[in-house]
């Protein structure tokens, strides 16, 4: 079929009094397709009037398409069987051209965005090599909306304390902050709403205004809002990750900064300019870093287990033995697991991204096989009975051979006899006790209350009850 640019020629020659042989030679079209157009006597293109292999089965096809949830496969399979001769390819252009199932496509906007006035941050699932294997990562990515310039990030999994952590190192790596950061409805930021009803979480709230920044969402269902940060992840999909290994999490961040360094750097022919190049008209925008950034870290309350662990995303962390069964405070910031009692630090771990279930013990925390942890005190009862009563040291080595390993409770009992009662009595009865092997406290204290009944406690009569008998 003749295009409407020939058709116009073909009747603007036939005006000058061509031939038709001499209009299809300087055309080079066929003399038939001349006469068609001449017979016509206009360059608009006629519409072809066919009908369709599926326009009988209209009806059918719009039942059938909601009875199958809009599964075209499923449409067709039905309009076989009831005995339809049709085609799929046939029935999915009959569906294409009359609409079914096909949402009107809408131009798509345009935003301008000032210097300094929107960065947008979101996260997108990824595959990675770390560690010589192909697990799942979360890559964090925010892009200045004026310059350009990425800056991305992977991470196990992405939560809250995660977007904290990779928003302060975004905005470290910016040396500021832009005004708004556009986010996607995504609950580790908002707590309520979507769009411009959203209302963030009061600890990301807080977070933004240290930063003096806010954040916004954009309206459900608008990804094209957001556009510059989704556009980064393919790039990062077939570029960055394309081939590329890595030993560990910390390898990986590593590499993909100095990857953001490059990329920024480089000439972009829809920017006419590089990312960093318009960055350095940008940065003088941003709001400024506070003069004091605090590190993000996630706080936990922990009881120091019998073994001198205490766990963390099933990762334990050891601690000096002598903090076994007392309460602790856990720091967990970006790189490192802090632990400290009250306000004292007391250990310090590298902090493990994923939760292995294994053991982490410091190497000053560890003591040879056989041989007991030294304690500073080790039975401080002993020796404030030995400074109440030195007389009793045989009884109290007797007492320890008695009791190997256990001796705390008997000793804690001697003590509070020794407070209780006269020295001179329990003294008598420590040594019959040692003489005949007698290690029953609470026999040796009736022991000594019946001394004390018999020789401290006798009512002698006096002078005047004596004449009278």
């Known amino acids: 079929m003749l295009d409407q640019s020939t058709r116009t020629a073909i009747l ?153 952590v990779f928003l302060t190192d975004a905005l470290q790596y910016l040396q500021g902050a832009c005004e708004t950061c556009m986010i996607d409805n995504t609950h580790v930021v908002v707590l309520k709403g979507t769009g411009r009803d959203m209302v963030p979480v009061p600890e990301m709230a807080a977070f933004a205004e240290r930063y003096r920044f806010r954040f916004q969402a954009h309206e459900k269902g608008d990804a094209n809002r957001s556009a510059r940060v989704e556009r980064s992840f393919h790039y990062i999909d077939t570029n960055f990750l394309a081939g590329r290994r890595f030993l560990d999490w910390e390898d990986a961040n590593r590499q993909a900064r100095a990857w953001c360094d490059k990329v920024n750097a480089r000439f972009r022919d829809d920017l006419k300019a590089s990312p960093r190049e318009l960055f350095a008209v940008e940065q003088s925008h941003l709001k400024p870093l506070p003069l004091w950034v605090p590190p993000v870290y996630l706080l936990h309350q922990r009881l120091v287990d019998v073994e001198g662990y205490v766990s963390v995303n099933t990762n334990r962390y050891s601690l000096p033995n002598e903090f076994i069964g007392r309460h602790v405070e856990v720091r967990q910031t970006k790189d490192c697991v802090e632990i400290y009692r009250g306000p004292r630090l007391i250990a310090t771990h590298k902090r493990i991204l994923e939760p292995t279930g294994r053991k982490y013990r410091l190497p000053e925390h560890r003591h040879q096989r056989g041989q007991a942890p030294q304690r500073s005190d080790s039975c401080p009862e002993a020796k404030l009975l030995l400074a109440k009563l030195p007389e009793a040291a045989g009884y109290l ?52 209350l019946r001394k004390l009944a018999r020789e401290y406690f006798q009512i002698k009569p006096g002078p005047d009850e004596g004449g009278e008998g």
């Open 12 to 164: 603007k020659l036939q005006q000058q009094g061509h031939s038709i042989r001499g209009i299809a030679r300087a055309l080079q079209v066929s003399r038939g397709a001349v006469r068609d157009v001449l017979r016509s006597g206009t360059p608009i293109v006629p519409t072809l009037v066919r009908e369709e292999k599926a326009t009988p089965y209209r009806d059918q096809i719009l039942e059938l398409y909601s009875s199958c949830k809009g599964n075209l496969v499923r449409v067709h399979e039905e309009l076989v069987v009831s005995g339809a001769q049709l085609s799929y390819p046939a029935l999915t252009a009959f569906c294409r051209r009359q609409g079914i199932g096909q949402e009107p496509k809408e131009p798509v906007g345009e935003y301008h965005f000032r210097c300094g006035q929107e960065m947008q941050h979101d996260t997108s699932p990824h595959r990675a090599e770390i560690g010589g294997q192909l697990r799942p990562v979360q890559t964090a990515s925010l892009v200045c909306c004026y310059s350009r310039l990425l800056f991305f990030e992977f991470f196990p999994t992405f939560t809250r304390f995660d977007c904290k």
């Open 397 to 448: 080595e007797a007492l320890k051979k008695r009791y190997p390993g256990r001796v705390t409770l008997p000793l804690r009992r001697l003590l509070g006899l020794v407070n209780d009662y006269p020295r001179a009595p329990l003294l008598e009865v420590l040594q019959a006790a040692t003489q005949y092997g007698l290690f029953d406290l609470e026999r040796v204290e009736r022991m000594v």
